[in-house]
T-cell receptor, first 115, second 111 residues
């Protein structure tokens, strides 16, 4: 069974631009979560989607948004990019929405560099 | 709220040495506990998990036991290899559906 896939793997953007990242979950997984990883802040939760609905959101500004499609694929968008948005963005999928017991499986990540 | 405290590295060991990476947690409810590993330039891979107290998760020679009395989930391996060099993250399931991670421990194994 194929794992979580993320595209693109690398991106370079300039301040003020916007970017869209894509994630395809493991077949049969209906929940997708996004995380931001930076050296300073570590791994931080962005949001979670299930059945095309955002279930939970982390403490990030409204410039960060996402959506999920009927085939469970998900996209996240960052508008008006800032230098501090440079990070590795990780997507994770699980069978059902994340809770205390659910296991999440991660993709390889998209590395975003904002210049 | 739920939180994870993980020993900070870096940890440098010689090949075949014994490894322990400490992880303690604070949690309401009974979350699952996880260890993930991140190799250079890659995403996170699930290494092992435990879903309830006294469960032992194991994989590739690594193991960790869910200790409710000491709120710990320490990662151990009896004999590390150069290929184990990576960053290791302890995590637990959060009440909002997210995983809560420790800061990560970088392990370097020298031949």
């Amino acid at each position: 069974k194929a794992g979580v896939t993320q595209t693109p793997r690398y991106l370079i953007k300039t301040r003020g631009q916007q970017v869209t990242l894509s994630c395809s979950p493991i077949s049969g997984h209906r929940s997708v979560s996004w995380y931001q990883q930076t050296p300073g802040q570590g791994l931080q939760f962005l949001f979670e989607y299930f059945s095309e609905t955002q279930r939970n959101k982390g403490n990030f500004p409204g410039r960060f948004s996402g959506r999920q499609f009927s085939n469970s694929r998900s996209e996240m968008n960052v508008s008006t990019l800032e230098l501090g948005d440079s990070a590795l963005y990780l997507c994770a999928s699980s069978v059902t929405p994340g809770h205390l017991k659910e296991t999440q499986y991660f993709g390889p990540g998209t590395r975003l560099l904002v210049l | 709220g739920n939180s994870v405290t993980q020993m900070e590295g870096p940890v440098t060991l010689s090949e075949e040495a014994f490894l322990t990476i400490n992880c303690t947690y604070t949690a309401t409810g009974y979350p699952s506990l996880f260890w993930y590993v991140q190799y250079p330039g890659e995403g996170l891979q699930l290494l092992l998990k435990a879903t309830k107290a006294d469960d032992k998760g194991s994989n590739k020679g690594f193991e960790a036991t869910y200790r409710k009395e000491t709120t710990s989930f320490h990662l151990e391996k009896g004999s590390v290899q150069v290929s184990d060099s990576a960053v290791y993250f302890c995590a637990l399931g959060g009440s909002q559906g997210n995983l809560i991670f420790g800061k990560g421990t970088k392990l370097s194994v020298k031949p």
